[in-house]
């Protein structure tokens, strides 16, 4: 009897089974979407990791080799892959010992500097020379060789620990150390000398017969995700007391990593739940509704099945195999759909291992969401089958009793007040609180569902007096059709949640792109090795001398505030510049602004020559202080022998000789009763000072607190002097004083008043002038002070003011920059971009769920759209019956197919504005923002969830999608 109703009702049936397939999609799509990604957050998650936060580490201290280390490491590998069980972990073996290496040239001081060997050494070390091949051969570190002057062919004696007799090692190479080989501590320096690498055989010898062994098992990346259900943390536990008893060191820094990984994990499933609960409980709503539009056929089944004294539980027997058909149709139809609809949205399918879970968990979803909707539907049927026989006989609807809908609403309104009270107080990501923008949005369908009845009821009779025929019958058809009012609810959830989904994507792209930027500052951030701040500035600028697509920067965090150096001149061109960041070009115009005297000409000349006057107890020795302009080397010369009267005194400075040549930067004073007159500087025939601009008293500077020497200027040039209580240095000045900066965050503590002070910019302190004031600055966030580099080079003279080198290049900036960039002397080291960074921020738990999100809204989306072609079928008759019954009476055809297609499209246009309403209602009410990151990083504003072009687009895409199965449903009620 139930199929045979089920084939009587085939467009019912068929509009049933769609809306099953949907929602069965949704819940098949879940579980692999989900594993999907989860694996793609944990795997991105492992790759941000320290490279040491991946590798277990087992040692085997003053291990007895017998004179053949091979055979004890492969010994030692055997009792660790016993005692430990990591499937697809190669192991990295090697074997170090402690010696003691005899410097003689500082009073033979013993250092330590072991000796090691491990399993491809070479290929993971950028090496100058030869890689050790011979017994007794040996690579030597970059500082090593720097520290003891060691160079490829020298012998290196070492005695080894509790040995009596030495060895003798031969330098064969130079190695620095690169990539993530170098976890191990025991191949690290240990507090003295970095160790030097053998080969296998050196270790043959009997004073290396106790060293100790070790094996290095880098954890595959399936492992440290988890894949597979594997416990990373479980296996590693249990193996620490196997490893104890055997006498071996364990060493696992996995744990924080694998806990982070679960945790992803945890957000990636709390994301999808969230999306796919919200379309499952829109989707049984819009089952539940569609049982009641369109069970007027099925009461009056049950009508005359009581007649004939069927039985409650009977009736529902009946009228639940009617739903079982199309339930079951759907959910067969909805697995294979789901499935493969997350293949696109996630990017990928989930690894394979996990492929029989995924299916497992998707079968179980798509038989809860049809067991779920056959729950629904049949207890749509009971309630409506406790009406008496007369009135489940009876064709024409009876009078509303409005009390239940009113109590549903304002259950569902004390809901959506509750989940914004959460979401407010509690955060949006937990509990309720994830509900509330859907929530939102149908306590504000049901309100404009009540208004839409309240307005249409009036306006329609109002009408109808009026003649005015068509809006009349209209608005009375909207007023007093079955359920309008709920389907009006679900279209305008379905458009509101198109508009947030929609601008939460756009957000949470803008706001990914805004942390890349402000984190990198340019596109593009080069890390790079320079000898100085003055060698970085020129290879940039000879590698870009238009200035517009590289810039030189130096960050300082250890600084108090954080210091970041820029060539202003440059940086409106390269850098990303925000809002809150200020003025982009308000450093270089203050930089550029500033009056200075004329730069003096380079020092170019292998000597240099000064004429003086010194006093009867002036100093016997006058320093010059000078900075070679290519490698920003500092260079302090001495005059010295000087006595009283005029001379003309000389000093070699053979590394002026080398292009560009050298900077002066100031004189150096020695402490006496007297002074001197310095009266011109030159170099190799060339006046680099003479005495009218020696006498400029405004080109000079002393430090600037404390007692500064005594400083004068005359016809005849600069006349200085020092005693022990005043500084000793006087400096040409050269550069902006006080230095511009543009400051982030509270003035520091220890600035008083204007006088703002820095010690980061060489000497002691360096005055700052406060040119502006930003909100944020690239890198350095809310707190720190941007300033110009080529300003606070030349005011540091030869100090070392240390920090991180960078290369920030503008979009677009060719490839061959970096090349030109290594040709000018730089060596890159790390090479970033702020895409990169962007994308690696949306591979975060957070964010990975989106797609996810994009997939059940559109579903929604598809609900709703179903929702209005089943309203539609269930009134087909009774809108054909009225219709041909207003024919019958005069009405026009054109009339008549106007008002059968103008209920239909006002409800639509109606759930369509209703939904951008409740979106824009629900963005401030329910607090919705962009998804903010699990660190908590806001050092800017994050972007406003809906915009204009948002709005636009949630509503075109509700007009088409919505629009088009309400003209096919209506073109067929009316014909």
Not at 723 to 736: I, K, N, W, Y
Request: hydrophobic share 50%.
């Amino acid at each position: 009897m139930s199929w045979s109703a089920v084939r009587r009702r085939t467009a019912q049936a068929a509009l049933l089974t769609l809306l099953a397939a949907l929602a069965a999609a949704a819940g098949a799509s879940a579980p692999w979407y989900g594993l999907t990604v989860a694996s793609r957050a944990a795997g991105a998650e492992v790759q941000a990791r320290p490279a040491a936060e991946r590798v277990v580490t087992v040692h085997q201290p003053q291990a007895e080799t017998g004179g053949d280390p091979r055979k004890a490491l492969d010994a030692l590998v055997v009792r660790v892959n016993g005692l430990l069980d990591l499937p697809g972990a190669a192991p990295i073996v090697g074997l170090a010992q402690n010696t003691t290496y005899i410097d003689a040239r500082h009073g033979n001081a013993p250092t330590g500097m072991p000796i090691a060997y491990r399993d491809g050494f070479c290929a993971h070390v950028r090496l100058t020379g030869d890689c050790p091949r011979e017994p007794s051969s040996v690579a030597v570190s970059a500082d090593v060789a720097r520290r003891l002057a060691l160079k490829t062919g020298d012998t290196l004696p070492v005695r080894p620990e509790g040995a009596v007799n030495g060895v003798r090692l031969k330098v064969v190479g130079v190695y620095e150390t690169v990539g993530d080989y170098w976890t191990d501590p025991l191949f690290k320096s240990q507090g003295d000398l970095d160790p030097v690498f053998t080969t296998l055989d050196t270790f043959r010898q009997p004073q290396l017969g106790r060293p100790t062994l070790a094996v290095s098992l880098p954890v595959p990346l399936p492992l440290l995700r988890g894949d597979n259900l594997y416990d990373l943390n479980g296996v590693l536990n249990a193996a620490g007391p196997r490893f104890a008893a055997a006498q071996l060191d364990l060493d696992n820094p996995t744990g924080t990593l694998f806990d982070a990984v679960i945790a992803d994990r945890r957000t990636v499933l709390t994301g999808v739940l969230v999306a796919l609960v919200q379309l499952l409980v829109l989707a049984w709503f819009a089952l539940g509704l569609a049982g009641r539009l369109t069970g007027r056929d099925r009461r009056a089944d049950a009508g005359l099945l009581k007649l004939r004294g069927a039985t409650r539980g009977g009736l529902l027997r009946l009228t639940a195999g009617q739903h079982v058909p199309p339930l079951l149709i759907g959910a067969a139809i909805g697995l294979p759909a789901g499935i493969l609809a997350s293949w696109p949205v996630a990017g990928a399918l989930p690894v394979r291992s996990e492929w029989w879970i995924a299916l497992l968990m998707a079968i179980g979803a798509v038989l809860a969401v049809a067991a779920g909707g056959l729950l629904v539907l049949t207890g749509m049927d009971a309630i409506a089958q406790r009406a008496p026989v007369a009135a489940l006989l009876r064709r024409v609807p009876g009078v509303r009793r409005d009390w239940r809908s009113r109590f549903v609403d304002i259950a569902f309104l004390a809901l959506a007040a509750g989940a914004v009270y959460q979401a407010r107080t509690g955060g949006p990501a937990g509990g309720l609180g994830a509900a509330a923008p859907a929530l939102v949005a149908l306590a504000v369908g049901l309100l404009l569902a009540r208004l839409l009845r309240w307005v249409t009821d009036r306006a329609g009779g109002a009408a109808i007096r009026a003649g005015r025929v068509r809006l009349g019958l209209t608005a009375v058809q909207v007023s007093r059709r079955p359920g309008a009012d709920r389907v009006l609810a679900l279209l305008v959830v379905a458009v509101a949640l198109v508009a947030l989904t929609a601008g939460g994507l756009v957000a949470d792209r803008a706001e990914r792109a805004a942390r890349a930027d402000v984190e990198l500052g340019a596109a593009r951030v080069l890390t790079v090795r320079a000898e100085s701040r003055t060698q970085l500035q020129n290879a940039v600028r000879q590698a870009d001398p238009s200035g517009r697509e590289a810039m030189a920067v130096v960050v300082d965090t250890t600084a108090d505030p954080p210091v970041l150096a820029v060539d202003s001149s440059r940086l409106a061109a390269v850098a990303t510049w925000h809002a809150e960041s200020g003025p982009v070009g308000a450093l270089a115009g203050a930089v550029g602004g500033a009056r200075l005297p004329a730069d003096p000409p380079l020092i170019t000349g292998r000597t240099l020559e000064v004429r003086l006057t010194r006093d009867a107890r002036g100093p016997a020795l006058l320093g010059a202080i000078l900075q070679h302009e290519g490698t920003g080397a500092g260079l302090r010369v001495e005059f010295r022998g000087l006595h009283a009267g005029d001379q003309q005194v000389t000093a070699a400075v053979p590394a002026c000789a080398v292009a560009p040549g050298c900077r002066f930067v100031g004189w150096q004073l020695f402490p006496a009763a007297g002074g001197l007159t310095i009266r011109s500087l030159a170099s190799a025939a060339s006046t680099v000072l003479d005495t009218a601009g020696l006498a400029d008293v405004s080109r000079w500077h002393a430090d600037y607190i404390g007692v500064a020497p005594r400083l004068a200027a005359s016809s005849r040039g600069l006349t200085v002097a020092a005693d022990a209580r005043s500084g000793t240095e006087v400096r040409l000045v050269d550069a902006p004083v006080p230095l511009p900066v543009v400051i982030a965050g509270e003035r520091p503590d220890q600035w008083r008043f204007d006088d703002a002070m820095s010690g980061r910019f060489g000497g002691t302190a360096t005055p700052v002038r406060v040119i502006a004031q930003a909100e944020v600055l690239p890198v350095l966030g809310r707190r720190g002070l941007l300033t110009d580099l080529d300003a606070a080079r030349r005011l540091a003279g030869d100090a070392d003011l240390g920090g991180t080198f960078q290369v920030w290049l503008a979009a677009g900036a060719p490839a061959s920059l970096v090349t030109a960039l290594t040709g000018a002397g730089l060596t890159v080291v790390d090479d970033r971009t702020s895409a990169a960074r962007a994308t690696a921020l949306g591979a975060e738990g957070r964010f990975v769920t989106a797609p996810f999100a994009i997939l059940t809204t559109a579903i929604a989306l598809l609900v709703a759209a179903a929702m209005i072609a089943v309203a539609a079928e269930a009134e087909r008759e009774p809108r054909q019956a009225m219709l041909a019954a207003l024919r019958a009476q005069g009405l026009s055809r054109a009339t008549a197919s106007f008002t059968g297609r103008a209920g239909t499209a006002a409800l639509v246009l109606t759930g369509v504005a209703g939904g951008l309403l409740a979106a824009l209602i629900a963005r401030p009410v329910a607090a919705i923002v962009a998804t903010p990151f699990p660190d908590n990083w806001q050092v800017v504003e994050p972007p406003g969830v809906l915009s204009a072009p948002v709005l636009a687009l949630a509503a075109a895409t509700g007009l088409i999608v919505l629009g088009v199965p309400a003209l096919l449903a209506t073109r067929r009620g009316t014909r």
